[in-house]
């Protein structure tokens, strides 16, 4: 099967699915943060999650990859000696790609949750205030629950981006199937073969992404139709 190389390429799945759901949990942590910091009344927090969301989606993927691996790398080896650190440091390409997908991604889904907060009515703020709720158990026990059913589409696009995004990590190093891949066609000199089994494997990921999804929509969705109707 592919001259060989379908198991080498089949190994690197493990390693994409596995850098796609970490990158998306530290994306959902700081996709949270960011819509909380960018619906608070206290401005410098407001404006700090701004800055976040609009500097962060107008920056191209690739560049910030590049960015944080090479200059990040650069800026850490120079100050380990500072610390008293003398052997030259490595940044591991799987962190890495976790870290720069994360960050960048948690600045797209704070857009995301800021638009399902927002859907929420404000009635449902005052409710559990009336119940000697405090804020943060209001955001956690009203409000999230509910802001997941309004946020699951835009959830469903992000994690689908990033999920192709996976593939930029390859540049850096990160032996997911695209390098694979790549190491597999440079071998054979057959780019198109091992190039679309790879486009099949992200298909099937997420085509099964999106039937989960909808899954779980549907699910958070039980008695909210009957009710608006």
Known sequence: MLNGYGDVILEGVGLTLQLALSS???AIV????GAAFRLSPIRPLAWLGELYSTVIRGIP?????????YGGQDVINRVAPLLGYDDYIDLNPLLTG?????FIFGAYLSETFRGAFMGIPKGQMEAGL???????????RVLVPQMIRLAIPGFTNNWLVLTKATALISVVGLQDM????????DATRQPFTFYLAVAVLYLIITSVSLLLLKWLERRY????RAVEL
């Open 24 to 26: 998306m949990a530290l």
């Open 30 to 33: 700081l996709g949270l943060l």
């Open 61 to 69: 993927d690739l560049v910030l990859i590049l960015l944080i691996f």
């Open 98 to 102: 976790v870290f720069t997908l994360g």
């Open 130 to 140: 009336a119940y000697g709720m405090s804020s943060v158990q209001i955001f956690f």
């Open 178 to 185: 695209m390098f694979k891949a790549k190491q597999a066609a």
């Open 221 to 224: 969705s039980v008695g909210v």
